[in-house]
């Protein structure tokens, strides 16, 4: 579990690329403190395992489904990636709880100034935009940045200085594919309703009708009802 406050900016050293996937050995110095092997580190966004690590460097592993719901098969020696040691019980949750499980990729699609801060706009595939809300909160290459507005296809953040000067938001430029990661109650939830509550589970039967009761599902009429709007 992360949290999207990047610790540390490292650059590709080397790409070993095989037909099960591909090892990447990074150079980094702040997340090697106290490492251990088969710890979790996310890279641009994505958790992997460290299998090896020496003075300045770790390497990872990334499988073949990693690297097809990632930016990370696009990466090359040189690039700058995110990097973020996985959080400790009783630290500060500053940013919000992110897995390290890419849920798509989205492309840059515009970026401008606004007083001190970049509003960047980035469009989505569905599967990413139909839990983005306005003011909830994304994970965009490891990144943790609330969403100022949406639209069918798009969102838009507003990147502060420390944020853009501290991670690979600043060289951002259009066309750039970013790891997308969304906030994880809101899929919680869709699956939930998705299920329905069990017969005989819900705590107030006499506020569903019988017809909802006997289905075991909660509705959007059904919230609305019952002061949900």
Known sequence: MFTGLVEEVAAVERIDRAAGGAQLRLRAQRVLEGLRLGDSISVNGACLTVVAFGAGWFA???VPETLRRTNLGAL???DAVNLERALRVGERLGGHWVTGHIDGVGVVRSLEREGLASVMTVAAP???M???VEKGSICVDGVSLTVMDATADAFRVSVIPHTGAHTTLQ????GRRVNLE???LAKYVERLLQQGI???ASEAPDLMSAQESSQG????AFLRAHGFA
Request: aromatic share 4%; charged share 25%; proline share 15%.
């Open 198 to 200: 069990p017969r005989g």
């Open 171 to 174: 060289t951002a430029r259009p």
């Open 182 to 184: 969304c906030d994880l």
């Open 126 to 128: 569905p599967q990413v």
């Open 217 to 220: 599902r909660l509705s959007e």
């Open 76 to 78: 090359v020696p040189g």
């Open 60 to 62: 990872a592993d990334a």
């Open 130 to 132: 139909r839990y983005v």
